[in-house]
């Protein structure tokens, strides 16, 4: 026994637990069972449910739309860690190294972190309209031409650049911490060495930033697989022609456009099983890098 | 003997550091200002779309076809008033102000109830009870919104203020980043109100939560940022337009733009609006925040 477990009345302890273990079995676990067993029956909207086992699922991996469209979520994921963590990091170590101004220049890069989804969405429709965006005459200048709404290519660079750049400031949140952790001693050890900033950020920081960057490619991979579902829903609707259908939307437009509960319910089982990996690999590494001491 | 061979080495590192203020003191200057101009162009590039929204959102049409259109126009009060009364965005934000508060209050309480219990009481099968409420990190909204939507469906709360919040009062979270600070307060302080007696509530009240302020500012923020920035569960939960929240209310308004009743000032100063209530508590408890952010990720 703790000499923090001061209290030993379990009546108290129990209704001071209470509300959280009813509103997580309630809201949070039946529902994820109910998610389950529905997977099993094939149930339209209003039609009585017939039991077909693994039918849901068997369809969805012999479906090569289903197939490519969770490439095309791997992709897109790949895409969004990759580059968030490539302009949070750089935007950190130049917050991290700058003397005067410091805490100005750390609200302007860690402020996207309280931005909508919906409204960065929005407004990089409008930068960025084929015909009336403030930066589409720049870029036709530079020879690219904007043509998102038919261009499946395009449509996909347009929404991941605008998904990374809501995630910057949660990145930059925990890189700044992880940074400022560092030992003042090794810095100064890499500078008399005559190392280089961007080599000292490469081989001396990141090293040591290791456990957060792992840290923070789990929850982007969170964010871009479910986080992004505004930035579909209102910049694409999935096209043009499924160009940009990640996982999530796909799974809203079978529910509510399509009213495959059934089918629906298999998806969201695996997408499940998708947070579910994430999780356990993020578990591990966090076990693994904690003598690192982040 | 330690101390001669580290004494040179010592030695070395002075007469170099000498060396390099003596011989480069331009380059120091001309670096500090690089790093500046670094800084200044990104935080522009980042800022950028927000301030195109914001000069778009005081224009009367909203079309701006080049950099050089970029100016504020003479329609502020005008175009806001518009968004805010005849296209409902003050009730959308109200909506969204209520949601969010709720979620930060029940929470809070609930968090900051389970945390006390899980800390402070000795209890069989503890960790098991956290693993319960931690295991909850794997069942995001995404992963479970058909089923929650027909549970909530079937208890008639569809378009609610019960429907929006009541789902998220649960948080596996809040009661992490409680359960790790409450750990560090220093268990002297908790033997004392041990032997003073002190029940439950009153330790809650007098102790606990004197020592937990900036904490729990720090967790308040995260959960309204969290809570107003919700789209999906409001947009297949609530479907009387009344009862819709702001950032649901932007996608409407956005319809509204491609069917022509509206112009894009509009949108973007709706997007204003919606940005304004997160931002504004980032920038005013940005250090609180900050310091949950470090507990979370331990």
């Known amino acids: ?17 209470l509300p959280t273990i009813l509103v997580s079995l309630v809201f949070l676990y039946y529902p994820a069972a109910r998610a389950a067993r529905r997977a099993l029956y094939s149930s339209q909207l209003g039609l009585d449910d017939e039991f077909v086992g693994f039918e849901n699922f068997a369809e969805l991996l012999t479906s090569g739309g289903y197939r490519s469209r969770l490439l095309l979520t791997v992709g897109f994921a790949a895409v969004v860690v990759a580059g968030v963590m490539a302009v949070a990091l750089l935007l950190t170590f130049l917050v991290h190294e700058v003397g005067t101004g410091k805490s100005i220049y750390l609200v302007a890069a860690i402020w996207p972190y309280a931005l909508p989804p919906a409204v960065a969405a929005l407004v990089f429709i409008f930068l960025v309209h084929p015909t ?29 650049v605008a998904a990374i750049w809501k995630q910057i400031g949660y990145n930059v949140i925990f890189m700044i911490a992880s940074m400022n952790n560092i030992p003042e001693t090794l810095t100064e050890t890499a500078r ?5 900033r961007l080599r000292r950020l490469l081989w001396v920081y990141v090293p040591i930033m290791t456990p957060t960057l792992f840290f923070l490619v789990i929850l982007n991979t969170i964010y871009a697989f479910f986080g992004t579902f505004a930035f579909i829903d209102i910049m694409t609707g999935g096209g043009p022609s499924g160009a940009t259908n990640i996982l999530i939307f796909d799974l809203y437009q079978e529910a509510f456009d399509f009213f495959n509960w059934g089918l629906a319910s298999a998806k969201s089982v695996v997408l499940f099983a998708v947070v579910g990996v994430l999780m356990y690999v993020q578990f591990r590494l966090t076990d693994k890098y904690s003598h690192y001491g982040a | 003997m330690l101390g001669l061979i580290q004494y040179p080495a010592r030695l070395l590192r002075a007469t170099k550091r000498q060396t390099a203020a003596l011989a480069l003191p331009d380059r120091r200057d001309l670096e500090t200002i690089g790093l500046h101009l670094l800084l200044v162009g990104s935080v ?22 080049s950099l050089a259109d970029l100016v504020p126009g003479g329609h502020v009060v005008e175009n806001y008033r518009t968004v805010l009364v005849d296209y409902q965005f003050g009730r959308f934000m109200w909506n969204s102000f209520l949601m969010a508060t709720v979620i930060v209050i029940g929470k809070l309480a609930l968090s900051i109830f389970a945390a006390t219990a899980i800390v402070y009481y000795d209890l069989p099968y503890k960790d098991l009870l956290f693993l319960f409420i931690l295991f909850t ?33 649960a948080s596996a979270t809040t009661v992490f980043i409680l359960r790790q600070h409450f750990l560090s307060i220093p268990s002297s302080i908790v033997e004392t109100a041990k032997l003073d007696g002190v ?18 500012v720090g967790v308040s923020v995260i959960m309204f940022v969290f809570a107003w920035n919700q789209y999906l569960w409001p947009l297949v939960i609530i479907n009387a337009e009344a009862d819709q929240v702001a950032q649901v209310g932007l996608a409407l308004l956005e319809g509204d733009v491609v069917g022509g009743e509206v112009s894009w000032s509009l949108v973007m100063a709706g997007s204003m609006l919606t940005l304004l209530p997160p931002l504004l508590l980032l920038i005013l408890f940005r250090k609180p925040l900050l310091r949950a952010f470090v507990i979370q990720q331990k």
């Open chain 1, 1 to 17: 026994m703790s000499s923090r477990e001061i209290y030993t009345d379990r009546r108290t302890a129990g209704l001071l637990l």
């Open chain 1, 132 to 160: 009336l965006g403030v930066l589409s005459g720049p870029l036709a200048t530079l020879g690219v031409d904007l043509d998102w709404f038919a261009d499946g290519r395009q449509a996909f660079v347009v929404v991941t």
């Open chain 1, 192 to 196: 008399l060495d005559g190392v280089g």
């Open chain 2, 44 to 65: 522009l590039l980042i800022v950028f779309p927000i301030l195109v929204a914001a000069i778009v959102s005081t224009k009367q049409t909203g079309i701006v076809t």
């Open chain 2, 137 to 169: 990190l794997l069942l995001p909204v995404p992963v479970r919104f058909i089923p929650l939507f027909q549970l909530v469906a079937d208890m008639g709360w569809t378009n609610s203020m019960l429907a929006i919040t009541v789902p998220y009062l």
């Open chain 2, 199 to 216: 029940g439950p509530l009153k330790f809650m009240a007098f102790v606990l939560l004197p020592m937990s302020k900036g904490i729990l």
